[in-house]
């Protein structure tokens, strides 16, 4: 019976963590996250159900010290361990990640476009620490917003300004980092916008030179935006 029971803790332990891995991936696949910045802030947003797992590998290492079996007092160390640093997860990744809707706002000032007021909001913040980037510029913010107002979308799409989008991006195309052209490959309206010269569309990225990429999707009604420094 011990030896029976001693199997059924250890296949459970080590079971645990996967349908952990499962739990995760169902309830982040709820949410839209078609981009990389939604997908990864939906996983850490529910890493913390792997401590609720943590209850079955806890029991099968206080069963290896309680009978001294080493097979059950290592697998509960090892599999209580990787549940809790999955875990944490939520508590370290969601650090440099943002829901406030009024960054979208602050830029709709900075570019005078007037974006829908009905919107959630996820911005990741790479600003922090030290960043290594192989293309020739540096990201400092990178953020998602979904607009749920059927008539503010609406107004918003008839009052695009050709002046500022393009409906095309071979114009701006040397400009668009590389992971946001990719990300944004059915998009239908594009801009590149400068801080420091207050223009659209440049052609030529300048050194030191802080930039807005935004790309809106019609059908989606999510707008992409990434903010760089040329290096």
């Given amino acids: 019976m011990k030896k029976f029971l001693s199997f059924i803790l250890i296949f459970l332990a080590i079971v645990s963590l996967f349908v952990g891995f499962f739990t995760v991936a169902v309830l982040s696949s ?7 910045v939604e997908g990864m802030y939906y996983m850490l947003h529910y890493s913390w ?6 209850l079955i590998p806890i029991g099968c290492l206080l069963f290896g010290i309680l009978l ?14 990787l549940l809790f640093g999955f875990g944490c997860f939520f508590l370290i990744g969601l650090t440099n990640y943002s829901t406030d809707t009024s960054y979208v706002e602050k830029l709709g000032k900075e570019l005078e476009i007037c974006f829908p007021k009905a919107r ?7 600003t922090v620490g030290k960043q290594i980037s192989r293309e020739d510029n540096y990201c400092k913010y990178e953020s998602v917003a979904r607009f749920n107002n059927s008539t503010e979308i609406s107004l918003f799409i008839s009052n695009l300004d050709n002046q500022k989008w393009c409906t095309e991006k071979e114009p701006i195309k040397d400009m668009i980092p590389i992971l946001a052209d990719f990300q944004t490959n059915d998009y239908e309206y594009f801009l590149i916008y400068c801080y420091e010269t207050k223009s659209f569309s440049e052609k030529v990225a300048v050194s030191k030179y802080n930039y807005i990429f935004m790309a809106f999707d019609v059908d989606k009604s999510v707008l992409y935006i990434r903010e760089f420094v040329q290096k």
């Fill in 30 to 36: 709820k949410h839209p996250g078609e981009t990389t």
């Fill in 120 to 126: 959630t909001v996820i911005t990741e913040d790479h």
């Fill in 49 to 54: 159900i792997y401590w609720l797992f943590m």
């Fill in 68 to 81: 001294k079996r080493k097979k059950n007092l290592i697998i509960g160390i090892i599999f209580s361990g």
